[in-house]
């Protein structure tokens, strides 16, 4: 028996944002996906660049520590990011997540660092094998909220761990044995927290092709309003001595990694020699010449197949995924360093001076961190509607500290929430956040261009059904005069509906009744 991957991998930009900073990878033996973060700071560069690195592993066969050859890898990336900083101070800021499964003789290695995720679809079952590395699912983990506060709370993108090159890499490790039958889905949060686990189960368990799973699955994010880039792979563990479907061998790129030669992201944008130049060069290493004309992996990259030996890693127990998930590894805690009491001072006249002292360095620090954090949350911006229902660019977290609001209105657009699609209202509602108030003004723009084409297309109709009430009106009259109806223009086709997505008419100030054409006659 001889267990491999058939994949599918697709990536989308979503409704909301400009660029794409997901990318991802797939090929016969490493499916990974990175979730870039950073905005103005190049949150695609970090992705390509770890998702470039990443790639190697799928050039030979793993060697006997799959964990070890993972962790190696990500310290990698992790380095190749810290170089380029260093290079190009313009994309000091840069992070990206990563999710990646690592796949030999029937055993799957997964490295998890951030709060992109993975699933195995095992049986009908979906079970979460990552564990998001966020506030929220740590104040989840501590009792704190309930998972149903996730995905409402004003801090739900906050990262614990990510690889930024600033920090030392600390990945999730974990092995598990792989079954005929199993499909896994490797995935950016902007499916995993725009999609409910039920769907993605019920979408994963009903369509047979991972292509047209991906393809299906990216559509169900752009129907929740689509708020971030969407990545996704979907693998299937196939026996190769029994399907009849044939495994997949060509690797595929995704996403901002697909797009290997950016002039933007040099250190001076035509510098042939830049830091970014080198995933050019690290993927022509990895690929050699099955590059085809475009600048993509070759579709014939030949791949040697491995059979299954005896290798029996201890399996892991599976939990079933809840909203946030519970993934057959959960993440170690971490002790707390308690600092050892010190020894009181002898001389009790002392003691009044170093009680003052401590306490004026104390306030210094408290006035200093607040001063701090105030003034990190100023550059913070995000795109809510207001107590009036007009939506808003804020300044500022959505959050309170003991009464007081950490944000204000910063731009009105005078866009009304109740002219707003169905499929950006509730991303509005539960507050979009945006890394510059540039990128917050795109978002608006995207709402108020959605508006605008609903707005259209409404005027349209009514017009149009005013146009036919008055010809029909006119052909009625020339009936009861007994004079010839040729003459009388008629009006031109009818227009399309408002899309399923627009809010009704009377949201624009037009009647209901205004937009229903009347009943035709026979002329």
Same mark, same amino acid.
């Given at each position: ?31 990974? @996906?990175?979730? #870039?973060? #950073? ?90 094998? /990552?564990?998001?590395? *966020? ?78 799973? /991906? ?26 001595? /029994? ?6 061998? *060509?690797? @595929? ?13 040099? /250190? ?29 992996? &070759? ?27 519970? #993934? ?11 600092? =050892? ?54 300044? #500022? ?70 146009? =036919? &009430? ?52 026979? &002329?």
């Amino acid at each position: 028996m001889t267990l491999v991957l058939r994949y599918a991998v697709r990536s989308d930009v979503g409704l909301l944002r400009e660029g794409n900073e997901d990318s991802a990878y797939a090929g016969p033996r490493l499916l990974a @996906v990175a979730d #870039g973060m #950073g905005g103005h700071a190049a949150g695609e560069v970090a992705s390509s660049l770890t998702i470039a690195s990443m790639a190697k592993l799928d050039s030979e066969p793993p060697g006997g520590d799959m964990l070890a050859e993972l962790s190696s890898a990500v310290a990698a990336a992790n380095a190749r990011l810290q170089e380029m900083i260093i290079a190009n101070p313009a994309v000091e800021g840069m992070g990206t997540t990563l999710t990646a499964l690592f796949w030999s003789d029937g055993h799957a290695a997964v490295c998890h660092i951030g709060d992109s995720r993975g699933y195995l679809l095992r049986e009908g079952e979906l079970y979460q094998i /990552t564990h998001d590395h *966020t506030l929220v699912q740590s104040l989840v983990d501590e009792g704190r909220i309930s998972a149903e506060d996730v995905s409402t709370h004003p801090q739900r993108s906050l990262l614990l761990r990510a690889l930024d090159g600033r920090s030392v890499a600390e990945p999730d490790l974990s092995v598990h044995d792989g079954q005929a039958g199993d499909r896994y889905l490797l995935c950016s949060d902007g499916l995993s927290g725009v999609v409910s686990d039920e769907t993605l189960r019920e979408t994963l368990a009903t369509i047979e092709d991972p292509e047209a799973v /991906t393809r299906q699955l990216i559509e169900l994010a752009l129907h929740g309003g689509g708020p971030d880039n969407i990545t996704c792979i979907v693998a299937d563990v196939v026996d190769t001595a /029994t399907s009849r479907v044939p495994s997949t061998g *060509t690797p @595929v790129m995704a996403g901002a990694a697909a797009n290997v030669s950016d002039p933007r992201l040099s /250190t001076d944008g035509t510098a042939p020699g830049s830091p970014f130049g080198g995933i050019d060069d690290h993927l022509e290493n990895h690929f050699g010449d099955h590059y085809d004309d475009h600048r993509q992996p &070759s579709l014939t990259m030949p791949h040697s197949m491995t059979a299954v030996d005896d290798l029996d890693p201890a399996s892991m127990p599976l939990a079933p995924a809840s909203e946030n998930g519970t #993934g057959l590894r959960a993440a170690p805690s971490r002790r707390s360093h308690r600092g =050892q009491p010190k020894r009181a001072v002898r001389a009790g006249r002392r003691r009044w001076p170093i009680v003052t002292t401590s306490l004026v360095v104390l306030l210094a620090v408290i006035i200093g961190g607040g001063y701090i954090a105030w003034r990190w949350s100023q550059d913070q911006y995000y795109v809510a509607a207001d107590s009036k229902g007009e939506v808003v660019i804020y300044r #500022g977290i959505n959050q309170r500290i003991a009464g007081i609001s950490l944000s204000r209105p910063y731009q009105q657009t005078a866009i009304p929430l109740a002219q707003v699609p169905s499929n950006y209202q509730q991303t509005v509602k539960a507050t979009i956040t945006a890394s510059s108030l540039s990128e917050a003004q795109r978002i608006v723009a995207n709402v108020r261009a959605a508006v605008t084409t609903c707005q259209h297309q409404y005027a349209a109709l009514q017009a149009w059904v005013s146009e =036919q &009430s008055s010809y029909q009106a006119e052909v009625a009259l020339a009936k009861r005069l007994k004079k010839p109806v040729n003459g009388i223009p008629k009006p031109g086709p009818q227009p399309p509906k408002a899309g399923p997505m627009c809010p009704p008419s009377t949201a624009f100030g037009i009647p209901a009744n205004a937009v229903v054409p009347a009943a035709t006659g026979h &002329s």
